[in-house]
């Protein structure tokens, strides 16, 4: 059966091109677009692996991330960050919130892939 | 070097400037030349009648040759001198340099006033861009649709067979993100050209503030009687302010002002003067406000009512809202003041009023009686401490044998190094 991921992401063209290049790598992918009820989507789709952005409409993929290590059902679910911010600041607040990696906005396709691979296997 | 001994050396320069000759003004002042050569080479101190005898001969101020012209040139210059070691050296130096030249002293205060003007404005558009909502949304908007951009364009270079399908679509993709990403460019440019204060011309909403209040002494006789209306058309007739917060901030002051005139009229609190003096305290009883208020009206009078009066008001962060000097206390927005002014020992406190004689260390300071006293900011809550303001009045010290209590300006500039509250070295010796 194909490793599930959870891309939550509201760009649509992001969302298009990420979810082409994983499917092709043999990966069941899943999208969300806001943040309001995605505790209720990666609950409902127990991902393998989720990957999230951090500006998100309606709420913060770092309150998300927290929730998600909060819940002893998915705490350790490994979650890639994405964001439009390479802050040192930013990027500390998404290591302190559990992120398992972070990667900042414009990433390359392979690197994505090869995150999204090494965080399944780890 | 104290004061005294360089008067002489003014005293020549000033002589020699105008071309008249020792003997000349010997005669003219009715002294010996000799006596006038002593003074001149600083070996005889002068004061007193003699002093305005040679200022008038000479055409020019007494406190020119004395200290008064030159107080504020060489706290500038202390303050420009900073820490750094370079002018260390010649710090004790100081007060003959801005004696000798007055010209370059000036111009050296002016650069560094300049300097640290620029500071305050990197600091400020700094403090824009960082905390600008609509930049921050614009960058992540750009940096997205590049992401965007990036991801398809590398599919269709790295995807072997590509399916016309997918293709056409990812081609579609790169076709609206480049169209997203040249709009969002565009805007980006024009709001960071449209941006305010490209012309030098960025000063705090606190400084335009303070520049109107100031250049309107505090006092606005048409608010004294005037309605709501009054206030608008205050706002109408001015040209000072540019910044819209600094707008907001006057109309708050002056909306205050209107209740204050209304509990405390100006004729009420004039008779409340004749009957009891210049005494906040017992006017406060007389004419039955509190404290703030009576502080507020008393500060808005015209200097010829009951001659100068200062105010200062503080938020409990210790945030300056209001800004009075007074001619002897010197009170400056930017630096960090002293923790022994009464306004901040007064909030350890609340509701009761401090009042005390104060002297700061610099060379024009003069002691001045400062009343400090807390107000409580919004209603009183159940266990919920006050939200307290405080507000301290400055009034000038008549001549009294106590010796005042001894506070300082900032730290940085003060020379009394012996000083519990002291929170920084200063850049300044002791007896300087």
């Known amino acids: 059966m194909a490793r599930r991921v959870l891309l939550i992401e509201d760009e649509p063209n992001i969302i298009e091109a990420i979810s082409f290049i994983l499917s092709r790598d043999g990966w069941d992918v899943k999208s969300h677009s806001n943040g309001h009820d995605a505790m209720e989507i990666v609950r409902a789709r127990r991902p393998d692996v989720i990957i999230l952005d951090v500006m998100l409409p309606g709420r ?16 350790k679910v ?12 930013d990027r500390e607040m998404a290591e302190r919130a559990g992120a398992t990696h972070y990667m900042t906005k414009p990433f390359s396709n392979a690197e994505v892939l090869d995150v999204v691979r090494s965080l399944v296997g780890s | 070097m104290a004061e005294s001994t360089i008067t002489g050396t003014r005293i020549r320069e000033r002589r020699v400037e105008r071309g008249i000759k020792q003997t000349e003004l010997a005669a003219m002042v009715e002294i010996s030349p000799s006596y006038l050569n002593l003074i001149e080479h600083n070996r005889r101190r002068i004061g007193g009648t003699l002093l305005l005898r040679i200022a008038r001969a000479l055409k020019v101020e007494p406190q020119v040759l004395s200290h008064g012209a030159e107080a504020a040139l060489i706290g500038g210059l202390r303050e420009a001198a900073g820490d750094g070691s370079a002018a260390a050296a010649e710090r004790d130096r100081l007060e003959e340099f801005a004696g000798r030249f007055p010209g ?4 050296l205060v002016d650069s560094f006033r300049h300097g640290e003007e620029m500071e305050r404005m990197v600091q400020t558009l700094t403090d824009r861009l960082a905390h600008d909502p609509h930049l921050a949304e614009s960058i ?10 990036r991801s398809a364009a590398s599919i269709l270079v790295e995807t072997p067979e590509l399916e016309q399908k997918w293709q056409a679509r990812f081609h579609r993709n790169i076709d609206e993100d480049s169209k997203r990403l040249a709009d969002g460019a565009k805007s980006l440019v024009r709001y960071l050209d449209a941006t305010p204060g490209s012309e030098a011309d960025i000063r705090s909403p606190q400084d335009e503030l303070d520049q109107f209040l100031s250049e309107n002494q505090f006092n606005f006789a ?5 309605g709501a209306e009054a206030v608008d058309a205050v706002l109408e007739a001015d040209t000072i302010l540019s910044l819209p917060t600094a707008r907001e901030l006057v109309r708050a002051f002056l909306e205050q002002y209107q209740r204050d005139a209304l509990r405390l009229p100006r004729a009420l609190l004039e008779q409340a003067l004749d009957r009891v003096g210049l005494d906040p305290l017992a006017i406060a009883e007389d004419v039955q406000q509190d404290l703030p208020c009576v502080f507020r009206r008393l500060a808005s009078l015209p200097a010829d009512v009951a001659g100068p009066i200062g105010l200062v008001v503080y938020d409990g962060s210790g945030a300056m809202l209001t800004r009075k000097p007074l001619d002897g206390f010197s009170v400056s927005r930017p630096s960090g003041a002293c923790p022994l002014w009464p306004i901040y020992r007064v909030l350890t406190q609340p509701g009761v009023p401090l009042r005390m004689r104060v002297l700061q260390p610099d060379r ?3 002691p001045v009686t400062a009343l400090a006293v807390t107000e409580q900011i919004g209603p009183a809550r159940y266990n919920e401490p006050p939200l307290v303001r405080a507000y301290m009045l400055l009034l000038p010290e008549p001549e009294s044998e106590d010796a005042p209590s001894l506070v300082g300006t900032s730290c940085r500039i003060c020379p009394r190094q012996d000083c519990i509250a002291r929170r ?9």
């Open chain 1, 60 to 75: 913060s993929g770092f309150d998300i991330l927290a929730d998600i290590r909060a819940d002893p059902d998915l705490g």
């Open chain 1, 78 to 89: 490994p979650v890639l960050m994405l964001t439009a911010r390479g802050q040192q600041k």
């Open chain 2, 104 to 107: 370059w002293a000036q111009t």
């Open chain 2, 140 to 149: 992540h908007e750009v940096l997205s649709v590049v992401a965007a951009i």
């Open chain 2, 222 to 226: 048409t608010l004294e009687t005037g």
């Open chain 2, 364 to 366: 024009d300071a003069r």
């Open chain 2, 424 to 432: 920084e070295p200063s850049v300044m010796q002791e007896g300087f």
